[in-house]
């Protein structure tokens, strides 16, 4: 069934997931399909809610999920709602969320887009150790391309630039293996406008994920940046994340908006950053199946621009 076809039938169901009625969501039905999709790096046409994996690894993002049968579930009922856009990493695990993705969903449906990362080492659970040296990223690569069980990735993205490294050297070894055909287009992560433009020197930039929210928007260069170019932008932690987890905290700014439109804060914070530019891709995470359900259900909610500046405002520090 398609997301559209199974949100439409089924939302009027999910109360014991939703906050209250839909009927904002439902009325936005009609939303234009190009709304819903981007062009990433001018040939990947993906939709623009899609799925953060780095959530289905064990706790400190170390090590496979408590149970693993569930978050391959996770994984297959997301493609079924229509996300065509997965983004792990080497470091989640480490490994063990790459080789889930191909445990759960290979051989891929055609479309999907795996965007994985390297470059940030995990030395222990909640560590992380950014490494850029070419070498180890030109074996980042192969080992990733092995355990997604892909002969080409969609989009490679330096995970974090490492001080100790020239960037040039770093990207230097992305855009070889660009050249040699394991990879199709390069993003970048945590970067600076200044960065972006440094980067492009050496070879095309087609997506910068930097951290991004309603309630965290220090990013709000690079988006504007990539809005200007085209590029796509990956706002990770989308409702906060683990850092920032006021949006799931009762009393919060934007609960009794949210309670207003009958829907959840977390619904409330995803719709916010879809309509907020058209080259955002969010990538919300989750083990649970009911919060996916509750996710990829805020694609639908549309409100007036007076409206959203009103829930912007109601959380601008």
Request: aromatic share 6%.
């Amino acid at each position: 069934m398609k997301r559209r076809t199974f949100l439409e039938v089924s939302l009027a169901g999910a109360a014991g997931v939703l906050t209250g009625g839909l009927p904002k969501i439902i009325a936005a039905a009609s939303t234009s399909k190009s709304d819903e999709t981007f062009l990433l790096g001018g040939d990947l046409l993906v939709s623009r809610l899609g799925f953060g994996a780095m959530r289905l690894t064990g706790e400190g993002i170390w090590g496979w999920p408590p149970d693993r049968e569930n978050a391959k579930k996770v994984l297959r009922r997301a493609v079924e709602l229509g996300v065509n856009f997965i983004d792990t990493a080497d470091a989640y695990g480490p490994e063990t969320n790459e080789l889930l993705i191909a445990e759960a969903l290979y051989p891929y449906p055609k479309g999907l887009v795996i965007a994985t990362k390297g470059g940030h080492t995990r030395p222990g659970p909640n560590q992380w150790v950014p490494d850029g040296r070419p070498e180890y990223l030109a074996q980042c690569v192969d080992k990733s391309l092995k355990r997604l069980k892909l002969e080409r990735i969609d989009l490679y993205q330096l995970h974090r630039i490492d001080r100790k490294v020239p960037v040039e050297e770093s990207l230097g070894a992305l855009k070889a293996a660009q050249d040699a055909g394991k990879i199709r287009h390069v993003g970048l992560s945590e970067v600076t406008v200044a960065e972006i433009e440094q980067a492009k020197k050496v070879l095309p930039i087609v997506s910068i994920q930097n951290q991004y929210n309603i309630t965290d928007r220090d990013s709000e260069g690079a988006l504007n940046y990539c809005e200007k170019e085209k590029m796509g932008f990956i706002p990770w932690a989308p409702i906060g994340g683990s850092r920032n987890a006021s949006l799931r905290k009762t009393g919060n700014a934007l609960e009794a908006e949210a309670k207003r439109h009958n829907v959840s804060v977390v619904q409330l914070a995803l719709a916010w950053l879809l309509q907020k530019s058209p080259v955002m891709l969010p990538i919300p995470g989750t083990s649970s199946l009911a919060h996916l359900e509750e996710n990829m259900a805020a694609e639908k909610l549309q409100l007036s621009a007076e409206e959203w500046k009103k829930i912007e405002e109601l959380v601008r520090s």
